[in-house]
T-cell receptor
Framework: EDQVTQSPEALRLQEGESSSLNCSYT??????LFWYRQDPGKGPEFLFT???AGEEKEKERLKATLTKKESFLHITAPKPEDSATYLC????????????FGTGTSLTVIP | DVKVTQSSRYLVKRTGEKVFLECVQD?????MFWYRQDPGLGLRLIYF???????EKGDIPEGYSVSREKKERFSLILESASTNQTSMYLC??????????FGSGTRLTVV
């Protein structure tokens, strides 16, 4: 069964304290892995798409990497405005348009 | 800027009412989706549509139906609202091979 697991569920960081969020997946064949940011009471906002192992994408303080079994979202020197829930989603081969979402990591950055 | 617009941010309905949630996208995307999001359960797919008048069941279609009469509009219908349908409802659209663009969500409370 296709699955997506995110860890940790919640993470508290001091401002400037770098860390990583994990998204592990078990799918029969990966078509794409997607990272989203979600602020409270709002819809998820697209961050990155990764398609193959070894691929990396960067945006400001965020960097996403992909291996054959997991993806990491690295946050370098976070700021309070980076506080949000980060969602990972996987599109598997043969599933058409369906994505499988993890339950997210809630990040709090303390000033 | 591309947009997915959900007609209501907050709704309160009574048990047994028929509820309509509307979603409009301005990106000419083929595919549209309805998810519900609950704490600890993540995003679960209710229904999706890959073309006008086409619909497919997702993981949790029971108690819901959908309508897509025009490409830009995808409606979710709760035939007879129940308290266990209290949730955040998210509409999304996508062009093939790209990630989702989400709406801001509708927080529905059924009393």
């Amino acid at each position: 069964e296709d699955q997506v697991t995110q860890s940790p569920e919640a993470l508290r960081l001091q401002e400037g304290e770098s860390s990583s969020l994990n998204c592990s997946y078990t799918v029969s064949g990966l078509r794409g892995l997607f990272w989203y940011r979600q602020d409270p009471g709002k819809g998820p906002e697209f961050l990155f798409t990764l398609y193959s192992a070894g691929e990396e994408k960067e945006k400001e303080r965020l960097k996403a990497t992909l291996t054959k079994k997991e993806s990491f979202l690295h946050i370098t020197a976070p700021k309070p405005e980076d506080s949000a829930t980060y969602l990972c989603a996987v599109q598997a081969q043969g599933t058409g348009n369906q994505f499988y979402f993890g339950t997210g990591t809630s990040l709090t950055v303390i000033p | 800027d591309v947009k997915v617009t959900q007609s209501s941010r907050y709704l309160v309905k009574r048990t047994g009412e028929k509820v309509f949630l509307e979603c409009v996208q301005d990106m000419d995307h083929e595919n549209m989706f309805w998810y519900r999001q609950d704490p600890g359960l993540g995003l679960r797919l209710i229904y999706f549509s890959y073309d006008v008048k086409m619909k497919e069941k997702g993981d949790i279609p029971e108690g819901y139906s959908v309508s897509r009469e025009k490409k830009e509009r995808f409606s979710l219908i709760l035939e007879s609202a129940s308290t266990n349908q209290t949730s955040m409802y998210l509409c999304a659209s996508r062009r093939t091979v790209y990630g989702y663009t989400f709406g801001s969500g509708t927080r529905l409370t059924v009393v």
